[in-house]
């Protein structure tokens, strides 16, 4: 009530922005007469002038409004379009580093120019994020002349764009590509083996389109490069066997819930995607994988332990995940589909088994299960620019969102023409039956009138079978979902047309504008061909528009674009992104939502929907009548928050147990970058050996003389650290203090490693020790990322305990940070002392992840030999580019290996009779 006092008398937030922005569009608009007037080649001056200012005084402020004036004519002229007043409005909220909300088709691509351009003046590159790669090319292509008029360089960056164009895409001045492939390519970027393999020159300013998209919806993903493991993926086949003779646990009819004694195998929770087993589940979990001759053991022996966590994945699979809903089948693969934008996610995988679980239910091949080689999710990863900024059509909703974990405003901006589409009220039936009927009847009526209509389905399967019903009515379509997206571009250019019917799942066709009476630029190129030249496509065009205008004309009167939604998503957001593909620059539309008791939302998240539908039933309604109830409405707008806050909490909490792992990426990938430029690590090896003896120095005692028990432990201490043997005699070290002892021992290092330095060269010394670093630095970061999953799982279990998950996982997951910190210094000293200068003197092919250039490190061999890493990584988006030469050099020979011993699995049991798993033993 005070809120709406305050607001009443001083305006809302958006409405105190919007004047805030005001004073400096009309700077711009007093400058657009003096933009008009300047030639050419005065807007490459300018730019050489503006680029001099900012590299003397960084202050951008004082020439923003030339910068928006100067984009505004060059659009002008090399595009045929002016930027509207609320465009440039938007571009100064990009550059304060805010969220634009600006409704569909009134312009967002052309309006980031701007906020682009005056960015880019500062050297240190833009990046402009997309959701797709058509988008990426298509913007690239599209505003391409206007950064190019103004003396700034375009390029953009795509899925399996060679390593060598990407580079010089992301040192272009403005760099388009999708929120994926930039990410990926940071990842990458950490794993190469030299400077100059790297693509990325650093994180300075993005725009982000879609925003809510990327950074809401796809915050819980994170993005991983992973590598095959040793796997026996039988293992899914049996537990997938096993699990069909199980029973899910009776429910209580009145509650709909599991009692608190449940009678069966397993409990099921839908909105968490979670399976339990009760004990008598576990028991015939035991005797199905006993009959099936799996083990012979028990299932709670040590090695078949494992096998609770294949049947879990096994039954998630079966009952949980869905084909053609959460992932299609296409050529042999399980591919992955985007609940929010309908698309396939390329080269996503499922974690921890769950992939494989449903390979093994489709009866496919099932693919190793991977080893995480480089992870970072969205959240951290565009945390990580200078600035960022993004623009949508919907974010006024998850303002709080943005505020809270990316610091960022929204700044609503008004239409350029009033919104004229008519938002009609919901219809609800009582089941999901009466609902289709009565969208294939609508569809029929408005389809016959010749109104075009776009009908939003929330899943591939819904929309197939909204297509077969439509089919048999004889009603003519196009389906737009992840199996046809190839013809994405096709179906939404021809979605606006007279008559036309389109069925999309989700925001297909996201960031492409919906004309009414087609799209006559999308017809013209395709009459002229793909080798048109300009005057052809220039003819085209004319013919084409000339066309379009009366269908224009006639659909405007027809009412305009018809959104019919089929079904309520969890979110707000995505109905009025949905309702948005409508009512563009003050066209005329209509939209409407036909619901059914039935429907996801309704039965997981909205509360007493189960007993309001047999309410229902039993007053005599029957399921062919709407209904339009305020009731009804409260309860679809409950379940909508609920689902809203239960998102938002999810995405908080994973945030907090990712920023520990961030701030541990961060320090790694830092010191992989000052390796890669240092050019005496030798100095790095004895700080490593001056600390080992420094810590033996505090736990003897500064004053202490060493004596015969002294040199014994300090033998013994340099032998477990450095592996290097105490030399001379004991008597020559009895005398001595800890710390004296400690200066004598350096100077016999340093000696020793300065002579190894001089017998093969400084520069050959360094390159070996860079790839022995890094390969130890990868090497040790890959098992803790393992050993982070491990210890966040474990973690959880602590709650029981009255301890606190997020603070245990921080205090220990930092502990076994340092381990391991300190077991690469560690590791690289001791080859260093062990090494022979000869082994130093042969080079070795490095293996590195596919994508990477082909490049030659020196291989630091130990007295037992060393070899080279071998990666594999694969992106989980599917990177670019073919895996580096295998193998030894020309010239070499190669040497065969002959095992004396069977293979030692990282899983297994140490051979040492530790009891521990051999990673964790000798094999770390």
């Not at 039993?618 to 109830?629: I, P, T």
Request: hydrophobic share 35%.
């Amino acid at each position: 009530m005070l809120q709406g006092l305050f607001e009443s008398l001083f305006g809302n937030k958006h409405e105190q922005d919007l004047k805030d922005l005001l004073p400096i569009l009309h700077e711009i608009n007093a400058l657009e007469s003096w933009a008009r007037k300047l030639e050419a080649e005065d807007f490459l001056s300018r730019t050489r002038e503006m680029k001099a200012h900012l590299a003397d005084q960084g202050d951008m402020s004082e020439i923003l409004p030339k910068a928006f004036a100067m984009v505004r004519e060059a659009a002008r002229r090399t595009l045929g379009e002016r930027p509207y007043d609320v465009q440039i409005l938007g571009g100064i909220a990009l550059h304060q580093g805010r969220i634009m909300e600006l409704k569909t088709g009134e312009g967002k691509t052309l309006s980031s120019v701007a906020p682009a351009y005056l960015n880019a003046l500062e050297g240190r590159g833009v990046h402009m994020v997309t959701v797709n790669d058509y988008l990426a090319k298509r913007d690239a292509e599209w505003m391409g002349p206007v950064f190019e008029y103004l003396g700034l360089s375009v390029g953009y960056v795509i899925g399996q764009l060679p390593l060598d164009q990407r580079k010089d895409a992301y040192d272009k001045d403005i760099t388009y590509g999708t929120n994926n492939e930039i990410a990926f390519d940071y990842l990458r970027d950490n794993m190469r083996y030299s400077r100059r393999e790297k693509m990325q020159r650093g994180h300075h300013y993005c725009i982000i389109d879609e925003i809510d998209s990327i950074l809401i919806d796809g915050a819980r993903t994170p993005l991983i490069i992973s590598g095959p493991t040793q796997e026996d993926t039988r293992k899914y086949v049996e537990a997938k066997k096993a699990v069909q003779y199980l029973q899910e646990c009776a429910k209580d009819p009145a509650t709909d819930d599991y009692p608190e004694e449940p009678v069966g195998d397993y409990k099921v929770e839908e909105k968490n995607k979670k399976i339990s087993f009760t004990d008598d589940g576990l028991t015939s979990l035991e005797s199905a994988f006993q009959q099936q001759k799996t083990f012979s053991g028990s299932l709670y022996d040590s090695e078949n332990f494992e096998y609770i966590h294949y049947a879990t994945q096994a039954l998630r699979a079966k009952l949980l995940f869905h084909k053609d809903t959460h992932y299609v089948v296409k050529d042999g693969m399980v591919e992955i589909v985007d609940e929010f934008t309908g698309r396939i996610l390329h080269g996503r995988r499922y974690s921890e088994g769950l992939h494989q679980a449903i390979e093994a239910k489709e009866g496919i091949k099932i693919q190793q299960r991977s080893r995480t080689l480089a992870s970072i999710t969205f959240q951290n990863f565009f945390r990580m620019y200078n600035k960022i900024s993004g623009m949508t059509g919907t974010a006024a909703t998850e303002e709080k969102e943005f505020q809270k974990i990316y610091g960022l405003d929204v700044a609503v901006i008004p239409t350029n023409r009033p919104v004229i589409r008519n938002d009609q009220d919901d219809v609800i039936f009582l089941d999901e039956k009466a609902k289709f009927n009565a969208i294939c009847d609508e569809i029929q009526e408005v389809s016959r009138k010749g109104q075009p209509i776009l009908v939003g389905t929330v899943s591939i399967d819904k929309s197939e079978r909204l297509s077969q019903l439509l089919t048999k009515r004889g009603v003519r379509h196009e389906v737009l979902n992840a199996k046809n997206h190839a013809r994405e571009a096709l179906i939404v250019a021809e979605a606006g047309a007279e008559g036309s019917v389109t069925i999309a799942t989700n925001m297909a066709g996201r960031g492409t504008d919906i004309k009414l009476g087609g799209n006559p630029d999308f017809r013209a190129r395709r009459a002229a061909g793909s080798d048109a030249d300009d005057a052809a496509l220039e003819a085209s065009f004319a013919k084409e528009r000339e066309k379009w205008i009366p269908q224009n004309r006639r659909v405007k009167e027809l009412g305009g674009l018809y959104i019919l939604g089929t079904e309520r998503h969890e979110s707000r957001r995505i109905d009025n992104q949905l309702r948005g593909r409508s009512g563009r620059q003050g066209d005329p539309g209509r939209s409407k939502f036909f619901l059914s008791m039935d429907d996801e939302l309704m039965r997981l998240f909205g509360g007493g929907a189960a007993n309001m539908k047999s309410l229902m039933a039993r007053a005599g309604l029957q399921g062919e009548v709407a209904m339009n109830h305020p009731l009804l409405n409260r309860a679809i707008e409950r379940a909508q928050n609920k689902v809203e806050e239960r998102n938002f909490e999810i995405r908080k909490h994973l945030l907090k147990f990712d920023d520990v792992l961030n701030e541990q990426r961060k320090f790694i990938y830092d010191q992989r970058d000052s390796i890669l430029q240092d050019d005496e690590l030798i100095q790095r090896v004895l700080a490593s050996v001056e600390n080992s003896l420094e810590g033996f120095s505090e736990a003897y005692g500064s004053r202490k003389v060493l004596g015969e028990a002294g040199v014994a432990e300090l033998a013994d201490h340099l032998k477990e650290e450095l592996l290097y043997s105490l030399p001379g005699k004991t008597s020559d070290y009895a005398h001595f203090t800890a710390e004296q002892a400690g200066e004598h021992i350096r100077a016999l290092i340093r000696d020793e490693l300065s002579s190894k330095e001089q017998d093969i060269g400084k520069d050959v010394l360094n390159l070996a020790l860079r790839r022995e670093y890094l390969m130890n630095i990868d090497n040790g970061w890959q098992d803790h990322l393992e050993n982070l999953e491990a210890l966040r799982e474990a973690v959880y279990l602590r709650s029981y305990a009255q301890k606190n998950p997020l603070l245990e996982y921080k205090l220990e997951g930092f502990q076994i940070f340092d381990e391991m910190i300190q077991r690469i210094r560690l590791a690289v000293a001791r080859k260093l002392i062990l090494v022979r200068t000869k082994g130093l003197e042969q080079p070795a092919a490095v293996q590195m992840p596919r994508g990477e250039v082909k490049h030659q490190e020196l291989n630091l061999l130990s007295r037992s030999g060393g070899a080279a890493p071998s990666q594999g990584a694969r992106a989980a988006s599917g990177g670019s580019g073919s895996g580096s030469r295998k193998g030894p050099l020309p010239g070499q020979k190669a040497a065969t290996v002959v095992r004396s011993q069977p293979k030692v699995g990282r899983n297994d049991p140490c051979p040492c009779g530790s009891g521990k798993k051999y990673k964790h033993c000798h094999g770390a």
